[in-house]
């Protein structure tokens, strides 16, 4: 009997079985982190966003001006527009500068003339042409 004991304590061992208990199985590899794909530079011609809920900022030189493009206005309600960052002289902003540093801009009180509204932005301060606002519709005579 000592003897089978021995044959089966020797068999054991020599199987690798340590009882009844198993092998842990490895863990997984973890899974790697895919980092955030950056936001694509604008090509040649094409403005970079600026504004809209999260104060995106444009590089110095530039002014954040109303995307034409969508339906959101600042000028009538739309505080939180996105707009497009566009260079401080580029002629298609119909912006005229009085002063061209924004400290200064907060201390200065000017008019504008008709069709002109006032603005500040990073680039400084002035007149603007505002587009013609649409004509109201006739609201009927109370019956």
């Keep these: 009997m000592i003897h089978r004991l021995s044959l089966l304590t020797l068999l054991t ?3 690798g079985c340590t009882g009844n208990k198993v ?3 490895p863990a997984p590899e973890p899974e790697p982190v895919a980092e ?3 936001e694509p530079e604008p090509q040649a011609g094409e403005a970079k966003m600026c504004g809209g809920i999260a104060g995106m900022r444009c590089d110095d030189g530039f002014a954040c001006v109303d995307d034409p493009r969508d339906s959101c206005d600042p000028a009538h309600g739309g505080a939180d527009c996105s707009g497009l960052c ?3 002289d580029d002629a298609s902003l119909a ?3 009085i002063n061209q540093n924004p400290d200064e801009c907060a201390a200065i009180k000017f008019t504008c003339d008709d069709g002109q509204a006032p603005f500040s932005d990073a680039c400084g301060c002035g007149c603007a042409t505002t587009p013609p606002s649409e004509p109201e519709e006739p609201k009927a005579a109370p019956e």
């Design 23 to 25: 092998a842990p199985e």
């Design 13 to 15: 061992v020599a199987m």
């Design 36 to 38: 955030p794909e950056p």
């Design 95 to 97: 912006r005229t500068y």
């Design 86 to 88: 566009k260079a401080c």
